[in-house]
């Protein structure tokens, strides 16, 4: 049975100014207070922001599916679930939007079909590593936890693998515009999503040889992309210093203004549409004769079927189906300036940095660097601030005096594709999660596929790259 009254209490933290992140940490300015809840169908607005607390429609009926997790990939499951007629319970100790898919980089990247350990990766690393403003960086006593995954994407690397991870990868985030378009329009949030391509540019001719190989894949999967020299780079975003040598412009790609908010939109539509979205954390679940067993704080639920969508957190629920999936989390962070006094029109991604520049309705984003430090570690925002000093090389006449930082945590599988079908032995979860540096691509397109597979409908791309048992 589906019942019992919902509590918050296992709010957790968000991080935008200073804070940590992770389901089950509490945020001491983000969070409201335990007693504030369980209230239904209300919405308190905090620091200016609309949060949603609450979050039930009271709907009498039970729900036919459990959503866990209200990311960007969780609310886009439970809107195509939606979107099929199914009564739909979204669960997440937090609000919408508030995990990874709070502080992204905004870019619809439909263009990425380069796996991590594509061409060009690792001789890149040594020299990553030891520079302190780099792209990546490991902390040595996370070494040990990281090995054993580090190992299985080194050898995701191998030359034929790459090529059918590029194939799986472009077949799904290639299909991000289409997939977002009804959801965007439905929730009337179609201005959200800018369809005006990105822009990645490179300070040396040696710094894009290295990339040969990542180009050559893009090239092999047939994006539109145009190779621009320095003045053709300074006539698209005139705000960039004139140091830039090579760019390639990708003109199919775009970028959302506000990830958050986007997440909150749709959220909202998908309550308004009678969906149901509970302050509770999964803490176990089990199938059985009479469908999936929830455990929460406040209580225990069995629905029909439940979709794992727990972003960098959901290889510890499919554990508890004992299904082993090596997800780890390669955490990034951002800095949003308020007022930049610059404005480039298109995401700007340094070759040499490996970070973007997105504008946003919050300022300028720049957002990027993996960091291996596991879920628990608490954020080093000196990375945050690198990426304003390298951001500085880039603009010039970037202004830094308000900003504010965020870490988060992307879920990463070795190979870079997600997980994306039935849970092995229990046919009645479904897994959609591991989308790495590309969840905010690959969120609406994710949601209708599974949405095609609680359907029974035949899905439009073949789903065997991302099956659970691959590893
Ligand atoms: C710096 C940075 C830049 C990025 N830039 C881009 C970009 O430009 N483009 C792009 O496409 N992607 C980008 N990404 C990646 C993208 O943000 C992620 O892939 C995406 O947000 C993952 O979404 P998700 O819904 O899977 O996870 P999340 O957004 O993390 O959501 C997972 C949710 O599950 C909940 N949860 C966890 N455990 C439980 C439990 N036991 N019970 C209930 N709920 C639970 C969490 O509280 C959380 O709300 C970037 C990431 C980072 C860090």
Redo the contacts with the bound molecule.
Sequence with gaps: MWKGSVGANDS?CVGEGGQSL??GKRSPTRTPAPGALPFAGRRAALLGQIQLDVMTNNSPAEPQIAV????????ACASYLQRDGHRVAV????P??????????????TG?CVPMAGPGLWSQIPGWLVDPLGPLSLRWSYLPHALPWLLRCLRAGRPDKVEAQSKAMHALFARAWDAYQPLIKSAGAADMLRRNGYVYVYESEEAYAKEAGAWRLRRARGLPMEELGADEIRQIEPSLAPIFKRGVLLSDAG?CIN?QRL?QVLAEHFLRNGGEIRR????DLSTGATGVTLS?EAGTFTVPRAVI??????H??AAKLGCKIPLET?????ATLKNPGVAPRL?VMSGEGKF?A?PMEMGLRV???AEFAGLDAPPDYARARALVTRAKRMFPQLCDTEMSV??????CLPDTLPVIGAAPGAPNVYF????????????AATGQLIADLVAGRQPPIDLAPYRADRF
């Design positions: 957790a992770s389901p866990i997790g209200a990311g960007i990939v969780g609310i669960l997440d100790p937090l919408p939007g508030e995990a990874c898919s709070f502080g992204n980089a905004g870019a619809i990247s990425s970028h990830p997440v509770a954390r999964v803490t929460t969508a727990a972003g960098a957190w959901s510890q629920l390669e955490r990034g962070y951002h995401p973007l997105t957002a990027g660097t965020w870490m988060g945590h992307r879920p959609a999660f591991g989308h790495g540096h590309l969840g905010l691509t690959g969120g």
